[in-house]
């Protein structure tokens, strides 16, 4: 009999391997039936043997530490790459393609560095490097780009795209909790990153922004000229105040389309509490999305942990079993993809949120709002809301719309004068 199996060589056996497993084994005959053919994982690749695992495969599964023994096993059809980082990881997906291996990949942090160049590798060859699990955990909003929303232009993307840092920034606002206390408890539930510092730093996000905006405009926006800001400076007074003027904080990862440019980044900012985005909670992500045809769409569901993420993962892989004559990986033609251009963003326009924290005696106020007007931002709301302890105390503005160059010229001028105490907290408002 024809044996119509599909082996899988795994690679990482951590929160999303392990929940990748745990689905094919719970979903096995319903994925038989829609693929007909049952899928197997033949062999595991880990950094350490030795390790007692919570979760294992079936005894026929064998585990290496040799990334060869999936490379070059001429039974493996498909090759998952969970292991994260970058060095290994890439030298894993590269080594598959060249050995004829479609791969399935969730990470970001390697195809934000390394996607153009492993995107016209597998195209080269006609094989599949899917990354549904990379962006967005369980959302399929890979696929929604790529195929479902691919006759639009997309006017703009606006994302909740990093479970830990939504999940920290929840806790704070709705339980109060410390930054600390919320980040070793987003590094319990399997949240955080390794190096958690890519989620509260912005990075993770960033990495994410960067997959997304070459799938829904065909450019490459590198990474290192996205601005980036992460979470790790929220304090809760900010997080108070934003509540009451009706606003949550959220670390928002952004692109626009202006006249044939990109204006993109990832940035904390204030959401209107009425906004669909400011609803997103915990590990939840979401993506709004607006397209010249067919409108707003927002995509939401679990950005992160095992059972959502593995089964973007799984996905992937059965899309591969699929489609064996032509591989969508970047949903573009060209196998080079052009760098995006981009709007510098001195240039881009919000409305901001400003904490001062200035000694308190008269005229410092005018004195604030002075410098603001000189540098064309009009002042919206002005709350000076703490009893003096003695010494200081914050004032909070809220401002009209103002171009990002006048306002780094104010917080310039402002932070240089002697009553100002404590550097400047700064936000933008969605
Ligand atoms: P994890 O829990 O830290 O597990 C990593 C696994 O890879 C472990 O089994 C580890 O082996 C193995 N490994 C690491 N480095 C290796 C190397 N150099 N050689 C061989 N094996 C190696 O990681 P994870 O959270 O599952 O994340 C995996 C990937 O998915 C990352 O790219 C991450 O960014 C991405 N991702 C994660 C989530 C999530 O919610 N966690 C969501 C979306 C995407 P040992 O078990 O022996 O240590
Ligand atoms: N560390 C990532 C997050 C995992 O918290 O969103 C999902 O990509």
New binding site residues.
Partial sequence: MEDTGIRIGL?????????LLQILESNRSWITKRLGAELTVKT??????Q?S?SSLPDADTTFT?R?EDLVHDPELDIIV?????Q???YR?IKNSLLAGKSVV??????LAEHGPELFELAAARNLGLYYE???A?GIPIVQTLKESLAGNRIKSLTGILN?TANFILSEMTHKQLGYEQALALAQDK?????DPA?DVDGL?AAHKLTVLIRLAYGQDYPLHELPVHGIRDVDQYDILRAKDFGYVLKLIAQVKEQSGSLQAGVFPALVRSDHMLAKVDG?FNAVLLEGNAVGPIMLYGQ????L??GS?VLADIMTLVNRKAFYNNTGFLDLSMPKASILPPELTSAKHYFRFTVQDRPGVLSVLSGIMGEHNISIAQVVQKQEANGQTVPVVFLTHTAQLKDVNSAVREISGLDFIKAPTVHYRLL
């Fill in positions: 690679a990482g056996f951590g929160t999303v391997g392990s929940g595991i690749l880990v950094r350490d043997l390790k695992r530490a990334m790459e969970l292991i994260g980082g060095d290994d990881a894993l990949t969730a990470n970001k942090a390697l699990a990379s962006v955990g479970g399997g949240y955080a990153e390794a890519l993770d590990p950005g992160a942990g095992d959502p993420t973007a």
